[in-house]
């Protein structure tokens, strides 16, 4: 079985073409330095030209009062223009012609700004913006990620299948069978169920009104879905888990809504109107922008001012209502400018909100958004992890060596929230065949990097599936959101083993935001070193179907945690010998 | 019709291939710092490691007394062991994986040492040598290129094509009806003309004795190759060019040689004698490694001690002998440490020699020869200017951009002798539709660029050919290798045009070594400045088929040479107008 994940670059071909546009053509792709600046900190801006532009000057029109920047030639006409010059040239065997880099830099800024760009180069008869014309933005201020995301536990709730109680069923329009009947008192009413797990933080997927069952298709973003209940419901969920110690995440879904918006409604129905240019028509009122090829799903126009306004009042509108932050739908999709209006809306409504993009994309495309959110889910670490626990594709070395490399790659201020599956792909223990074992080896994995810690809803108690989500070519997404189980249907086993593997995350500082360090590995067995000033512990995977023993010269001696029982460790002096049955683990304190 | 110039990597398929396997892989690939080191400058060795490979550490074995370096996991069995430290990791999108990049440094060493190395990664329990097990290896002296390589303007002679005096032509066998009868001293005889048209530099194509004309496939490297004449015929010849301001530089030949070679045969018959391992024999004695799939050119195998030392014996000998340099045949053939001691060898026989290399290659390729040799044949230019004046593929100004990343690619130490032409391809004025005003234009840029320019004999009075090189998918060779044409045949004009531009390049320092600066271009025209600190010179190019007449505001003011009567200039005080007819250009001082 192959997995399902990477979308646009999934095959060589995509991954030839997409160099070639990107390292042939006139190219900023938010080379960037810093990305994230400080207050009165120069960021240096780069592009490239490929070898079939013969480009000898480039310049950056930008602003610093949130207006777009416009200008010809290196000459302003809103706002700043700056030279670039050209700095070295670089030969690329692919394109079979010479790159030319050219660097420039924008002036330190005042704290609370937002400067908007672009980037062009050109000769004295012709000009090219880079990026197809692309706004980028940047937004300046001291603000690192709030220091309790290193801390989150997330548990991720498809807000339809969790919990209905009782009350609410009647309420609930007629859905189709696969779908579920959650509503947001059903959540409420699981607070208790959520705080026994442990975790500190709810990601809930989209709870605005909509036509669908996934709410991925608002149709406004100022609003509760009325059938998982009302906003007195959310103030209430919200302040329900405050009271138990957890914050709340929202998904946000900047790039586009449901067909059924009043406002594309309305832009369909009359050009002249207010909200045409909320959307990009290529054939009015048939042809439009939109998510893919999804025509219910009609792209939003954030370059035009007032739909933006729009998107980022709601942005600040639920932080201010109580929500800790966002996890941002495809956020590969908004123009690149909007983040830096964004950062600037969630870090002025909300100073320690936590906002990370969810980008099914590689690491290079991940660190674009830094500074414009906190982080991106950990799609490649996803992918690893699969790969050696589920699929055995990998083995413990190669796992090992990925994670080394994985990390070096991303600035640790770079939130990386793991997770093991999500609502649009197969689960974990599905693909791992129903063994718990790869799926506990997994979660210890998960639970003793740096990344926060995303648990789907269900995982803690065996939820799978009936069948594969790729059915006959076509994703079948309901197969990887089935209800969630309760009562004796539950693993309770399960359930105990993610609790205390939650506690050891909570009690170890080192587990959270220690520096990691391969120690060990071979074929079978992977062993890593937590530690920060405080405390160090070493974590030991069998990644095999093997039982293992074998020694190792280590300060930690102590079991802290173990997969099963017969995980072992004896000690004798530094030497310490580990017996570790199939798919075993074990934390050393 | 293609131009015919690039081999091994002129398809996209073997170009992704190339970076595949060399970003794939273990591969350090000439990633040292400098390339050529001075006496006691530490070397920095940089090594990557591809996404399959789930190496942790890395070494490289070194050695500075000439062996070869052994070692196995960071021990050394010879020589030295040091270990290179992980830097980084790099995102690749075409591999779709992490590459590890790991640095480490040779400490600096004696003057005149040379050091030999290889560069290893691996884990606890494998090991794998980069690049397929090849040693590298590099001299260390503080030896910049000679002074009179900057200086030198190459005549091309392609030895059995240029002239026989009839004293000569009784001696001479049968040749096929495209050959011709040359001599060396129908080289001597013709010095005059050669010293009338004004380079001060003889490249002779191969002398040794060979069964073929061209002599690309000796049977000795220490022999005078009897159709050719004597070693006192070439003494003479050398004093002779002295005598007249000329050095001689020599077409060496360290890959292969001829099946014909007695050491082959010997090798062949006698797999226990001492020429076998003067060959690599895949399946002795039938399948052994050649040039390409030329049975007849058997690769020298230059990482066996004595078969190495023959063939730098030779290069002494022929240095010592008189001759002042090498152009290195098909440079990229030999093992790359070959060149550590073909450095020390051509530097300590004659301190002022000149060697460069022929790599049909990308600039990547290129600059790997820094340290080996004192350069590269200019082949990128080659293409650059073949594009641009004889196929009209590129304009002005896509040429000009292509100059400026060209340039700042290279160091300003590697010289890459430029040329319009060789014995390998179809001629300049051919591709050029017989158009001599192209032919000028072209010849007029090479002159006025910073590469030592090379005429292929005949060039200058208007040789051509009588058929394509490329017939039915076959390269004929010989088509591109007439015999030279003497008397009547001669357009003395093109001689005359080509006299005077020799002479402005000897006349004008900025020519040879000013630093060059684009100052205008369009599609039809391209204007730089040459200036050092004496002088400066402005070269106006009209690469199109329309008359032009523009302004420039140019100190510069007289024509210091023009490729014709119709190109004119006219000052009024800085603004300088300039008339040109189509292809017409001039050069201002």
Known sequence: MEDFIFGTLSTDESRIAHLRLQRGGVTHAHQRSPHDPLPDQAIQIDLTVGPSYAYNQAWIY???????????????????????????????????????????????????????????????????????????????????????????????????????????????????SLKSNGTLRGIIEKLDYIAELGTNCLWLTPIFPSPSYHGYDATSFFEINPRLGTKEDFKKLIEQAQARGMRILMDFVPNHWSNQHPSFIEATQNRNGQYFNWYTFEHWPDQYKCFFTSRGLPQIN??????????????????????????????????????????????????????????????????????????????????????????????????????????????????????LDNHDMNRFLWVAGGDIR??????????????????????????????????????????????????????????????????????????????????????????YRRSDGEESLVTVLNVSEQEVSFELELAESASAFATGPECKVQAAGGQKRIFLPPFGGIVLQ
Request: with cysteine; hydrophobic share 35%.
């Open 438 to 527: 790869k799926l506990k080896l997994a979660a210890l994995c998960q639970f003793t990097l740096a990344g926060a810690p995303v648990i789907y809803y269900g995982t803690e108690v065996g939820l799978s599936q009936h069948d594969d989500v790729m059915q006959h070519g076509r994703a079948i997404h309901e197969e990887a959101r089935l209800p969630m189980i309760w009562g004796e249907a539950q693993d309770r086993e399960l359930f105990n083993f993610y609790q205390d593997l939650i506690s050891l995350r909570k009690k170890h500082s080192a587990l959270r935001s220690g520096t990691r360090t391969t120690i060990f590995s071979d074929e079978k067995i992977l062993v």
């Open 302 to 419: 954030l370059r035009y001012a007032p739909a933006r306004k729009h998107v980022l009042d709601a942005a600040k509108y639920w932080l201010e209502f109580g929500a800790d932050g966002y996890r941002v739908d495809y956020c590969i999709g908004p123009t690149p400018d909007f983040y830096g209006d964004f950062r600037q809306a969630t870090r002025t409504s909300k100073p320690d909100s936590w906002t990370f993009g969810e980008a099914v994309d590689p690491p290079d495309s991940q660190l674009t958004f830094e500074g414009g959110m906190d982080g991106a889910l950990d799609f490649m670490l996803l992918e690893a992890m699969r790969k050696t626990y589920a699929f055995g594709r990998w083995n413990a070395r190669q796992f090992g060596e990925f994670l080394d490399r994985h990390e070096a790659y991303f600035p640790a201020t770079f939130t990386r929230p793991s997770f």
């Open 62 to 176: 930008w602003t610093n009062d949130g207006s777009d920047p416009d200008g010809k030639n290196g000459i302003a006409l809103n706002g700043y223009a700056t030279s670039l010059e050209p700095i070295d040239s670089e030969w690329d065997t692919l394109l079979w012609g010479y790159l030319r880099r050219f660097r420039g830099e924008i002036p330190g800024q005042r704290a609370g700004t937002v400067v908007r760009y672009r980037v062009s180069a050109g000769n004295k008869d012709e000009e090219t913006l880079a990026d197809d014309g692309a706004y980028y933005a940047f937004y300046v201020d001291n603000d690192p990620p709030p220091a309790w995301a290193q801390d989150a536990i997330i548990y991720q709730i498809f807000a339809d299948r969790f919990f209905s109680p009782s009350s609410d069923f009647p309420k609930i329009e007629a859905k189709p």
